[in-house]
């Protein structure tokens, strides 16, 4: 297996994908809450996933309608809302392609999906794309980080990723390989999930994503250059400005 083929959201990784929050699930979930809460209106979740975000919120009788681009993931999604009696609005679309029915007053993306959008053009799109489907007033929240705690391991290198149990009794164990272009800003990870029975090794399967990572400066532009304007840079999941130590920020922005 190797770092060319990019995966999309399904098969193994739409199901382990709420394996990778075990443990850390409110990690975003009041950073968000509270910025939404902030400009009042309807919410759009970009890239819901499995509903690790939206259904909570659904759930505390926020108005948020979710979107993604895997089948598999909002599948499941639904599947975990109808347990709840809950039954949210779900588009399944890309951010580069969105183009739903209303506009929203904040249209926020949880765990930096923002970078899976490796295309320079992809990336512009989208924010085009969000830009449209705000209300006057609104806001996006755009999370991005820049993988500096992998610039200096090797390609060859596995490390260790995450664990967990699945349905059938068996545990997948999660490692990965990482490459990084940096005069082209994109980080390739290949993962491999080797899935154990009573302590056999039952199968091993891998997946590849492909990442680009932007700057500060870069990224402000970006949104300028989408029409954005009122732009705060917050460091980790938190309203602090961020600091030249931390390589995870979030971008707020307005229309």
């Known amino acids: 297996m190797s770092f060319n083929k990019v995966e999309t959201y399904e098969g193994i990784l739409a199901e382990t994908y709420d394996m990778r929050f075990a443990g850390n699930e409110a990690h975003d979930h009041e950073f968000f809450r509270q910025l939404i809460l902030e400009v009042p209106g309807a919410a ?28 598999e993931m909002l599948e499941i999604c639904r599947a975990k809302a109808q347990i709840d009696g809950q039954n949210p609005v779900l588009y399944e679309q890309s951010m580069e392609q969105l183009h739903l029915p209303k506009k929203y007053m904040t249209i926020y993306i949880p765990a930096a999906s923002f970078v899976l959008l490796y295309e320079r053009e992809d990336a512009m799109e989208a924010l085009r794309r969000i830009y449209a489907h705000l209300e006057h007033g609104g806001q996006t929240l755009i999370p991005l980080f820049i993988p500096k705690h992998l610039f200096n391991h090797k390609d060859d290198e596995w490390m260790p990723g995450f664990k967990g149990k699945r349905s059938d009794g068996s545990e997948v164990v999660v490692s990965s390989k990482t490459k990084i272009d940096f005069l082209e800003q994109i980080h390739s990870k290949l993962e491999r999930y080797e899935i154990f029975k009573d302590g056999v090794l039952m199968d091993t399967r891998y997946s590849t ?7 500060k ?27 030249p130590d931390q390589s995870f920020m979030i971008m707020r922005a307005r229309k």
């Open 44 to 71: 759009l979740e970009l890239g819901c996933g499995t509903g690790r975000l939206l259904l909570p919120y659904l759930a505390a009788g926020m108005d948020v309608d979710g979107v993604d681009c895997s089948t």
């Open 209 to 215: 994503t492909k990442m680009r990572w932007f700057g």
């Open 217 to 243: 400066y870069e990224f402000m532009m970006m949104l300028e250059k989408a029409g954005f304007n009122d732009i705060s840079i917050y460091g980790d999941y938190s309203v602090l400005e961020v600091n």
